[in-house]
């Protein structure tokens, strides 16, 4: 499976931005797919998991009610819509991906070491 983000890009605070994870290679049915960032000299964090069903989500509290998480899995994309965007939210955001093997609602892991899957990352900066 390869994973490439897009969609990054400078906004003002209070702005939005919607990432993309693009996947080929296999099919993303039985894969949980998370999004993760990482600041200057802090450790890669979860920000929006998502469960192989697209039921279940995990999420840092730092972003509850602002950013969200869906996917396609017809199209292999999967997203994270970024709102309210702050200046704390400045990062490299990483599209990972775990394998299943089924499609079930079991929560998503949130830690980076459960994850075998990576893109490159996307850069988004906050900032007036």
């Known amino acids: 499976l390869q994973l490439v983000e897009s969609g990054g890009g400078l906004v003002q605070p209070g702005g939005s931005l919607r990432l993309s994870c693009a996947a080929s290679g296999d099919s993303l049915d039985y894969y949980a797919i998370g999004w993760f960032r990482q600041a200057p000299g802090k450790a890669r964090e979860g920000v929006l998991c998502?469960?192989?069903?697209?039921?279940?989500?995990y999420y840092v509290d730092s972003v509850e009610g602002r950013f969200t998480i869906s996917r396609d899995n017809a199209k292999k994309m999967v997203y994270l819509q970024m709102n309210s965007l702050k200046p704390e939210d400045t990062a490299v955001y990483y599209c990972?991906?775990?394998?299943?093997?089924?499609?079930?609602?079991?929560?998503?892991?949130?830690?980076?070491?459960?994850?075998?899957?990576w893109g490159q990352g996307t850069q988004v900066t906050v900032s007036s």
């Open positions: 990972g991906a775990t394998y299943y093997g089924v499609v079930t609602d079991s929560f998503p892991p949130g830690s980076e070491s459960e994850y075998g899957y």
């Open positions: 998502i469960s192989t069903s697209g039921r279940s989500t």
